[in-house]
């Protein structure tokens, strides 16, 4: 091993590549054989997850449009 590399060092770099990659939390923990889930969030926390919420910002949005179409109403009123 060179100097400055450590297995924790590797653990949260694997982690942190799992994490933005997609996995779940109880997969990197069960990669990393970490018994608890605030274990795998300790070794990926520092994940760029800018991409995966852009994402998930983007789905949220088509699904509020899609929604919004069905909900508006009727442009005729309607007198009792």
Do not use: C
């Amino acid at each position: 091993m060179q100097p400055g590399l450590t297995l924790k060092g590797l653990r949260h770099t694997v982690a942190t590549a799992q994490r933005e990659a997609g996995l779940e939390e109880r997969q990197i923990a069960d990669l990393l054989g970490q018994k608890t889930l605030s274990m795998a969030l300790h070794y990926s926390r520092s994940a760029n997850l800018a991409d995966r919420n852009r994402i998930t910002m983007e789905a949220l949005e088509k699904e509020n449009e899609r929604r919004s179409k069905v909900v508006k109403p009727f442009k005729k009123t309607v007198k009792p």
